[in-house]
C-alpha cells in the first residue's frame, strides 16, 4: 500500500497520546490528514484534536484565517505540532492492546467505506507502526508551501479549524520567480472528521478573488503570507455526496501566516 494511503489509515487516538493527553471520558478521538499536496514522501499528519485556546506545550501556532459567510467573522487556527520523541514505542504499545485492535479494526470498517473491500484487506498494523516510526520526534504542519520545480511554481496550502470542529483550506499557487499568483482555491468542510464532505470553490469566472498583502520568504525554509480571499457558489465536491443540494452562496476569509516551512513536492 503507498504511502499516501496509509496516512489516510492511522487509529484514532494515536496522536493524542504523542500529543501527552489523554482523551477525556466519552471525547471523541478522530485524527485527520491534509489531503492536498500529500505524495509518498509526505509529512503534513496533522492532530485532528478539539483545540482549546491554550496551545499545548508541543503546539505552536503557524497563522489565523478569519471566515465570513455574511454572518461575522470565525476565527480558525493553523497549528504545527511536534511529535513524541517515543511516538514509535507508544504505537506498538498501543497496538499490542485490545483496544488498539478494536482501533484498527474500526480504520479498516473506515476505509472500507470509502475506498473499497481491497484497500480495507490491506490495512495492517505494520502500516500503522511504519507511520509512527517515521513522524517520531518531528513537527508536523497543517499548512505549508511546496516547491514544484517541474511547474516552476509554489502551492501554497493553508489549512485552519475552528473549536467547533469546521475546517477551510485556502490552496494558492505562486510563481517560483516573483512570487505573483497563478491560481487559487477555498474549500470548507463543516466536519474536519469527515474527509470528503466539503464545499469547493470553482473555476474561470467562479474562481476566488485574492488579494496578498503580504508575500515574502523569510528564510531559506520558510515563507510568511496574508491577504484575503472571496469567492461565491461554492458547490460540493464531487464526493460530498452528504451535501448534494447544498450550496455555500459566498465566503470571505482573511489570512495572516508567518510559520510556513517550504518543502520538495519531489517533482
Known amino acids: 500500500m503507498t504511502f499516501r494511503l496509509a496516512l489516510t489509515l492511522l487509529v484514532p487516538g494515536l496522536l493524542l497520546t504523542a500529543c501527552n493527553r489523554e482523551p477525556a471520558s466519552g471525547e471523541a478521538t478522530p485524527i485527520a490528514v491534509t489531503t492536498d499536496a500529500i505524495d509518498d514522501t509526505a509529512t503534513a499528519v496533522v492532530a485532528a484534536t478539539e483545540h482549546v485556546d491554550t496551545l499545548q ?46 482501533q484498527l479494526d474500526r480504520a479498516r470498517s473506515d476505509v472500507g467505506e470509502r475506498l473499497g473491500a481491497d484497500q480495507a484487506a490491506s490495512v495492517s498494523a505494520a502500516d500503522v507502526q511504519a507511520i509512527a516510526d517515521h513522524y517520531a520526534g518531528k513537527t508536523v504542519y497543517s499548512s505549508d508551501v511546496r516547491a514544484i520545480d517541474i511547474l516552476k511554481a509554489f502551492q501554497v496550502t493553508l489549512d485552519a479549524r475552528d473549536n467547533e470542529g469546521r475546517r477551510v483550506t485556502i490552496s494558492i499557487r505562486l510563481n517560483q520567480n516573483d512570487l505573483s499568483m497563478v491560481d487559487s482555491k477555498i474549500e470548507y468542510q463543516p466536519d474536519a472528521k469527515r474527509l470528503t464532505a466539503s464545499f469547493e470553490s ?11 498583502t503580504r508575500i515574502e520568504r523569510t528564510a531559506d525554509d520558510r515563507f510568511a503570507i496574508a491577504g484575503h480571499i472571496e469567492a461565491a457558489g461554492l458547490e460540493p465536491g464531487v464526493l460530498a455526496k452528504s451535501l448534494r443540494g447544498q450550496r455555500i452562496e459566498r465566503i470571505r476569509a482573511e489570512f495572516r501566516f508567518d510559520n510556513l516551512p517550504l518543502k520538495s513536492s519531489g517533482i
Open 202 to 212: 470553482g473555476d474561470d469566472d467562479a474562481a476566488p478573488v485574492v488579494t496578498l
Open 57 to 102: 506545550p508541543n503546539e505552536s501556532l503557524q497563522g489565523t484565517i478569519d471566515v465570513d459567510f455574511g454572518e461575522g467573522p470565525v476565527s480558525m487556527r493553523s497549528i504545527a505540532t511536534k511529535m513524541a520523541d517515543d511516538l514509535g514505542e507508544r504505537t506498538a504499545e498501543r497496538l499490542g492492546s485490545a483496544e488498539g485492535q478494536r
